[in-house]
């Protein structure tokens, strides 16, 4: 399920839902939770690693008040909520940051990860820059947006 043998089911299940109760987190507490698994099962097999990942992505793109998060192919499309407040620099400056990004007006930022790129990475890339300058591990000004959505809706598998 999270990439945990199933001898250590018990602590499987408390792991998960200690992940997925990243709301709100900032990269030290997405790494505090990596060294305290490695702590106490060795080194993280990659599917952890990516649900770890994962999990801060979503954080990010909820703190930011994105509805959703969608990828095709190559294609990453972010669907804000009609409530979204950025700092329109901040954004111009992403769009002009990257090759392959656009803004429509109907609140969609559309990007093209470019062959041999990580998607996560681009991802966090953009998700941090949409941010500002305070980064995508702000406390702050980004936990004041804690449960303004109740989940970001990701397809897709990254």
Do not use: Y
């Not at 994105?66 to 769009?95: C, M, N």
């Not at 090759?99 to 990475?121: F, H, R």
């Amino acid at each position: 399920m999270c990439g945990f043998p199933r001898s250590i089911s018990r602590a499987r299940i408390c792991v998960c839902g200690r992940i997925r109760g990243f709301v709100g987190a900032t990269e030290a507490e997405r790494q505090d939770v990596g060294k305290e698994l490695a702590d106490r099962f060795g080194p993280l097999p990659k599917p952890v690693e990516n649900l770890l990942e994962f999990a801060m992505l979503k954080s990010m793109s909820e703190r930011l008040r994105i509805a959703a998060v969608e990828r095709q192919g190559s294609k990453i499309t972010l669907r804000f909520h009609p409530e979204t407040q950025l700092d329109p620099a901040a954004v111009v400056k992403v769009v002009r940051s990257r090759k392959g990004i656009k803004l429509d007006p109907s609140g969609v930022l559309w990007m093209e990860v470019q062959k041999g790129e990580a998607v996560a990475g681009a991802l966090r890339s953009v998700l941090a820059g949409l941010w500002g300058n305070e980064g995508a591990g702000a406390s702050g000004e980004m936990a004041r947006h804690r449960g303004a959505l109740e989940f970001a809706h990701w397809r897709d598998e990254f």
